[in-house]
C-alpha cells in the first residue's frame, strides 16, 4: 500500500529543489549543535521517510530516496518506509554503497547538491565538496527547503533560561571570558566563534531546557577581545537573565542572527574555532572571510576540568543522589511480590525517588532499567506499553541519574530480584573487580583513558569476554551527562579523542557483560581525577569515587577475585556505609549494614 | 691551551666551506642510514670538534662554531672540546636556543647552508629549508666536506655478505619482492626505494656486519614492478652472493650509484617511500622527479611480523640462549669468591660462553653488567679499563643476548650476589610481577603497547615508582635487537610509533626499577604475540614466553604478591625447569630444580 502522505511531502520537497536548481538534497539527523538528542523542529529526515529512528540520512533526487541506517534500525526502517518509495540502504553491510559512493556514482557533472548547511557537519560537507568537486558536482548550503515546504514544522524548543549564581559555578562570566581569551592570544586569534552548547552555557553561567535531559538552550556566541555577542531566541531571556547579561556587557542577539552577523563582521585578525564543533555553514562563512585556527574550543578543556566549588558541589550531589539509588534497591529488595511492578514502573518509582531531591531539575536522561534479557540491550528503555514483568529471579539492571543544582549524576547498579546462577555470579564479580581495579588505579600524569582501559576490561578479557562500549566517559557539572574531551577507551574512534586526564576531571568507570538473550550486568561508578603523590619519579594522579552505592554482595563470588580486589571492595562498602548512613531511616540503616558487610 | 689538530681541521673546513659558498655547515651525528651505531667513516662531527659521544650536532660558520649535545655528555663535551673554539650548546637547558633557532638567527638573507643530505634526516632538512626559506637562507645539501678535507677518512664499513638459506628464512626474496609489490600496487605506486638497513636485508635473506651489533650490509635498494635494483660495496659480495643476486635477476650497483641512479632514471609512476626512513638527500632527489607517496616500508610490517619458518627458530634458539644465561647465573652463584671478579670480566665470561653456542653470529648488542649503583644507569657498560669489583652483597644486572643462525636474543636478569636488603626484594618482586602480568595478559586484536603498558607498571606506579623508559621494544630475526614498529610504552614519543600488535611480532618485556647510587632491577623477557580464543566478541591474543631463565627467589617476598602473580611465577619456573633441563649437567640440573622451586 502506498503511503500518501510521505509521497506528498517528497514531491514538494522535489518542487522546491527544482525551484533552488538542486538535484540532489541531503537530510541528516541533527539540530544546529550536533546535540545528543534532537528535537521536533529538527525532524525533517522523518517528516520526509515516516522513519522515526534516532540515526539516519536521506537523500532525495528527482526519481529516487534513499535512507540510511545503521543495523540498530533496519527492521524498523524497513517496516516504517513502506509504501513510501523510499529505498533503504542498510549501513556497512556488503554491496551497499555509502552515502558519498551512492552521490558519486549517481550525481553527474554540472549537476547541484542541495543541504541545509546548518545541520550538516563539517567533516561531512568537507568530503561531499571534494570527492563531488571533482566531477563538477557544485554544493548548495544555504537553503532548508524544510523550511518552505514542513507547514506545520514544529516551533524551535525555547525555555526560559536558568541563570546560575556565581557561587554555584566557582567562577564568573568574567572570569570565564578572561580565561578564554587568554587562550584566543596564545594562539594569536582576535576572534572565536562558538555553537558547542555545554562548552555555551558552561561559560556564560546559565542552562537552558531546549534539548531533552541536557540542560542546554539554544544559541551561538561570538567573542572578540573586546566585545562578548550571545545569539539566542529572544523569548528565552527572562528579566533576570537581561538585567544579568546587561551588567555582563553581554550583547544579544537573535538567534538566528549568527550567519548574517559572520557574514557582515569586520574582521581584522584570525579566528579561533573548532571545526568538529561547527556545522559546515558556520564554518565555511567564517572561513571564507578570515584566517581560521582550527582548534578544540577553549572552553572544552577548561570547563571539563571542574573547579573547587564544582568539585565540593559534585561531591555533595553524588552523595545525595547515591542515597536515592540505595533507597531505591532496598525497596526492591524488599518489595514481596515482585511481580507487582513492571520495569516501567521500577524506573518510574526511581525518578519519582529522585525528583524529591533538593535541586532537581531534570533526569540526566531517560532511566535504563532492564530485566533479565532486557538489559543486554545496552540502551535499552522500557515504556509504558513496552516492557517486562519484573519477577523473584535474576538481574535488574537500573542506569540513572539527575541533574541537580550542583551537579549531573549518572550511576548503574544491577542487582539480584532472586534466585541467581552461579555463571551471573561470576560474571556479576569479574565487572565488580574490573571497576574497582580500574577506580584503584595510580598512574602517571600524562596517562590517558587509553592506558588506563585494560585495568576494568582485564578481568572479563582474561575470561574471552568483551563490552563493546567505552569503559567511561566525562561527565558536566550541571550538564550534559557525556561530557568530552576525557574518556577510558581501548581505541581510538572517529568521535572519541586520545585526552589525558587531568585533576578535576570527572569520568565515569563501568564495565558490563551484555549476552544477548540473557542478561546484562553493568556496575558504573563516577570517579574524580585527583592529585597523588608527587615525587622524583613525576606527579602521580588517582582516582575518588563520587559514588557510593552498595555492590550486590548476592551477586558476588569470592572465587573470581584475589585478594587485593577483596580488600578494594570491602573498603568502599565501609566508605558507602559511612556516607550514607545519615540519610537513611532505621529500617534503610539495618539493610544496608548487611548489604555493605565485610567479605 | 689551544687544541691545535681541531682548529687546523676547522679551518679547512671553512676554506672548503668558501670554496663552495657555504656561509654555514651542519655536521650532525649519522650514518646514510640512521643507524643505531656510526662507523668510523661516519665520525665527521668528532673529527671536526674532538667530541667523542654518540650524539651530538656540529655547526660551523665562518667565525662560529656550535656543538649541540644533550645532558649525558655536558661534562665529557666540555672537557673534549676545550681549546677547539668550538661553543657548547647545552641542549635543553634554559635559555639555549636550538639549531634551528640558532640558524634562523645567526644567518642573513642570500646566505647559505650546507650539509650532507645524506646524513640528514628528512625531517631536519624540511624543518632546516622551511625555517631558512622564510629568510631566503637556501639549504645546499649536496657536497660531504668531509670527504675534501678529511684526508686520513676510515675507509666506509665494508664486509663480506652472508646469504642464508631460505630455509632459515622461510620466505625467499621473490616471494617477499612479490609481497612488497602488492603493497605498491595497493598504493597505485610504480616504484619503491628503500634504505632502511635492516628492511633490506630481511627483503633480500641476506645479512652483513657493516654496523656494530647489527648485521647488516650499507645498501640501497630501488623495486619497480619488473626489475629489482641493489646498490652496495662491490667488494662486499661474494660469488656466493653473486651468483645467489643473478639467479633471483637482482641487478647490481655499486654502493654510491643510488643518487645518480634515482636522478637519472626515467620514471613513469608514483614512488611509493617513507620519508622518516630515508635521508633528505635521497627524499629530495625522489620527490623532486615523481610523486611520492610516503607511508611505511612494506618491509617494515612484513619482518615484524614474523613467519612460521622464522618463529620455530627463534623459539629454538631462545632456549639454547636461556641456557647459556642460566649457567652463567649458577657460576656467578656457586663462585665462592665473589671478589674475584669484575663487572668487565663477568660480561666477557656470558660473551664467551654465547660464542660457543652453535650458530652463533655475534652479541647483539654490547653486554651491560652492572653490580650495585653501576645497574642504576640504564646503558652502563663496564670497560676492562672501568668497572667495579664483585662483592658477596647486593645485585648485579646482566642484559645481553646473541645473533645465531636462528634469531636475535636479548634477556636481563638481576641476581642477589649474597646479602640483599628488604627494600631490594620489594622492588625486585615488584618488577618480576609486572612483567609477569604483563607476559600473561590477554587482549583483543587491536590493541598496541600503548594499551598494554599499565600491566608492567602498575605495581611500581602503585607504589610511586616508574622507570624513565618503555617496557618493550620489538626484535628483529637474526638483524637488529630493536626493531619497529611495534612497542609497548605507555605514551608516545616522536620516535615511537602506536602500532597494533600482530600475532608474530616478538617483543621484550622488561620493567626496572632504577636508584640512582643505590641500585638498579631489570627482569626482561622476551615475548611472541600468539593467537588466542576467538568468539563472538573478537579475535582474542595473547603472549608466549621465549625466554626461559629462572627469577631470582633469593630476591622475590611473597608478601608483594597477589596469589595469582605466585600462581604465574611457579608456572614459568615449571616451563623453566622443563625447557632447560636437557641442557644442564647434573650439578647444574640440581640448582635449577632448586631455584625454580614452588613458593
Redesign the interface.
Known amino acids: 500500500m502506498e503511503n500518501v502522505v510521505i509521497r506528498e511531502r517528497l514531491a514538494k520537497l522535489r518542487a522546491a529543489m527544482q525551484a533552488h536548481q538542486m538535484d540532489f538534497y541531503l537530510i541528516p539527523t541533527a539540530d544546529y549543535h550536533h546535540s545528543e538528542y534532537v528535537d521536533g523542529f529538527f525532524k525533517a529526515r522523518e517528516y520526509f521517510s515516516g522513519f522515526t529512528g534516532s540515526a539516519g540520512t536521506l537523500v532525495v533526487s528527482m526519481t529516487e530516496a534513499g535512507l540510511w541506517t545503521d543495523g540498530r534500525y533496519f527492521i524498523q526502517a524497513e517496516k516504517e518506509i513502506r509504501g513510501t518509495g523510499v529505498t533503504l540502504f542498510r549501513m556497512l553491510e556488503e554491496g551497499v554503497p555509502t552515502i558519498q559512493e551512492y552521490l558519486k556514482d549517481k550525481m553527474e557533472s554540472g549537476q547541484t547538491l542541495g543541504f541545509d548547511g546548518k545541520v550538516v557537519s563539517t567533516a561531512l560537507g568537507e568530503e561531499l565538496e571534494e570527492i563531488l568537486g571533482k566531477k563538477q558536482v557544485s554544493v548548495c548550503y544555504d537553503y532548508d527547503l524544510a523550511q518552505e515546504v514542513w507547514t506545520d514544522r514544529p516551533k524551535l524548543p525555547n525555555h526560559p533560561l536558568l541563570v546560575l549564581e556565581d557561587s554555584l559555578c566557582g567562577k564568573t562570566l568574567a572570569q570565564k571570558v578572561a580565561q578564554v581569551r587568554e587562550k584566543m592570544a596564545e594562539k594569536e586569534c582576535a576572534y572565536h566563534v562558538l555553537s558547542k552548547l555545554d562548552d555555551l552555557m558552561w561559560l556564560f553561567n546559565i542552562r537552558g531546557k531546549d534539548v531533552t535531559c541536557n540542560p542546554v538552550a539554544l544559541s551561538y556566541a561570538f567573542l572578540s577581545m573586546d566585545d562578548i555577542h550571545l545569539f539566542i531566541q529572544q523569548d528565552e531571556i527572562t528579566e533576570e537573565a537581561n538585567a544579568y547579561f546587561a551588567k555582563n556587557q553581554v550583547t544579544l542577539h537573535g538567534y538566528d542572527e549568527i550567519i548574517p552577523f559572520l557574514k557582515e563582521y569586520s574582521y581584522a585578525g584570525k579566528m579561533l574555532l573548532d571545526k568538529k564543533a561547527l556545522s559546515f555553514a558556520l564554518y565555511k562563512i567564517a572561513s571564507d572571510r578570515t584566517e581560521c585556527v582550527n582548534e578544540a574550543n577553549p572552553t572544552e578543556l577548561l570547563k571539563a576540568i571542574k573547579n573547587d566549588t564544582e568539585l565540593e558541589n559534585s561531591r555533595r550531589v553524588y552523595i545525595e543522589d547515591s542515597a536515592v539509588l540505595t533507597k531505591f534497591i532496598f525497596k526492591m529488595k524488599q518489595l514481596e511480590d515482585k511481580t507487582s511492578l513492571n520495569e516501567y514502573e521500577a524506573a518510574m518509582m526511581v525518578d519519582d525517588m529522585r525528583r524529591e531531591v533538593p535541586g532537581f531539575l531534570d533526569l540526566s536522561f531517560d532511566t535504563i532499567c532492564g530485566f533479565k534479557e532486557n538489559a543486554a540491550m545496552m540502551h535499552y528503555e522500557a515504556t509504558a506499553e513496552d516492557h517486562k514483568q519484573l519477577e523473584p529471579e535474576g538481574m535488574l539492571l537500573v542506569d540513572s541519574g539527575g541533574q541537580y543544582l550542583g551537579g549531573t549524576t549518572d550511576v548503574t547498579r544491577t542487582f539480584a530480584m532472586g534466585t541467581v546462577t552461579e555463571k551471573m555470579k561470576k560474571h556479576f564479580t569479574l565487572v565488580a573487580v574490573g571497576m574497582l581495579r580500574l577506580a584503584a ?4 600524569q ?2 590517558s583513558g ?6 576494568a576490561r ?1 578481568p572479563l ?2 575470561m ?3 563490552y ?1 562500549c567505552g569503559t567511561g566517559h566525562g561527565i558536566g557539572y550541571i550538564l550534559n551527562v557525556h561530557e568530552g574531551p576525557q574518556n577510558i577507551r ?2 581510538y574512534t572517529a568521535a572519541s579523542t586520545d585526552s589525558v586526564l587531568y585533576p578535576g576531571m570527572i569520568v565515569s568507570d563501568e564495565p558490563g557483560v551484555y549476552l544477548e538473550g540473557e542478561y546484562g550486568i553493568r556496575t558504573e561508578n563516577i570517579l574524580e581525577v585527583v592529585l ?2 608527587k ?1 622524583g ?2 606527579q ?1 594522579l588517582s582516582f575518588k569515587m563520587l559514588t557510593y552505592v552498595p555492590i550486590d554482595l548476592d551477586l558476588i563470588d569470592k572465587k573470581w577475585m ?3 580486589d577483596i580488600e578494594l571492595l570491602n573498603a568502599y562498602h565501609r566508605d558507602v556505609y559511612e556516607k550514607l548512613a545519615p540519610y537513611m531511616n532505621e529500617e534503610e540503616l539495618v539493610w544496608l549494614k548487611e548489604a555493605t558487610r565485610e567479605i
Open positions: 588505579a595510580k598512574f602517571l600524562g596517562c587509553r592506558n588506563l582501559d585494560i585495568l582485564q578479557w582474561d574471552g569476554i568483551d563493546k581501548w581505541r597523588d603523590e615525587n619519579d613525576g602521580f584475589q585478594p587485593r
